[in-house]
């Protein structure tokens, strides 16, 4: 059925397009801690992902065709990064145990009443009072709320990415090939 919808090098995209997503995520919210680059890095995967997909199935028209394959590849990758971020996150709220740099640990249940008494430790109480957080609880909501309108960010500036990489493809010429790239008997390429 998806034959219909979707070439199987559009599936495959949205495989790598998922693979793409682990190594970002854990580069840049594990190894080097800076999410921003996440969000700068998922257009730019979007378009990458979204002209592949396109590639790996060697279409260039028709053009709803080859948007078809470019979202729903920028659409798997946008979902993947999503849902890795907003994990990955998490994992530091609720695992937070409150040990800090130099030995000691703060006295404070794991999970987000720790990552609100080391942002009081830090002096960051009155910042947060400002925002209606005064307790683990109230970082946890706000937390939540907060992931929440990073995932979805993330899928749409992936899914806006796909749809220029196709966008892009479909525009481009198609190159004249002696021998296709990929050959399989009854593969109707319309």
Do not use: H
Not at 111 to 136: F, N, S, W
Not at 170 to 175: E, I, K, N
């Amino acid at each position: 059925m998806t034959d219909r919808f979707l070439d199987p090098g559009a599936i495959f995209a949205g495989w790598v397009g998922l693979g793409m997503a682990l190594v970002l995520a854990i580069a840049f919210e594990l190894i080097i801690p800076v999410q921003t680059v996440v969000f700068l890095l998922a257009p730019l995967m979007g378009v990458l992902i979204g002209a592949y997909a396109n590639v790996r199935a060697e279409r260039w028209r028709p053009r709803a065709r080859v948007l078809a394959n470019a979202v729903y590849a920028g659409m798997v990758t946008g979902i993947g990064i999503s849902v890795l971020y907003v994990a990955i996150r998490l994992v530091f709220l609720y695992g937070d145990g409150g040990s800090l740099p130099d030995g000691t640990s703060l006295t404070c249940p794991t999970g987000p009443a720790c990552t609100y008494a080391r942002y009081v430790d830090a002096g960051q109480a009155d910042e947060l009072a400002e925002l209606g957080i005064t307790d683990g609880r109230t970082l946890e909501a706000a937390a939540w709320r907060e992931l929440m309108t990073t995932g979805a960010g993330l899928i749409i500036l992936t899914g806006v990415g796909g749809v220029v990489g196709g966008v892009a493809r479909s525009l481009s010429a198609p190159r004249v090939r002696e021998t296709p790239l990929l050959t399989k008997p009854g593969w109707d390429r319309t």
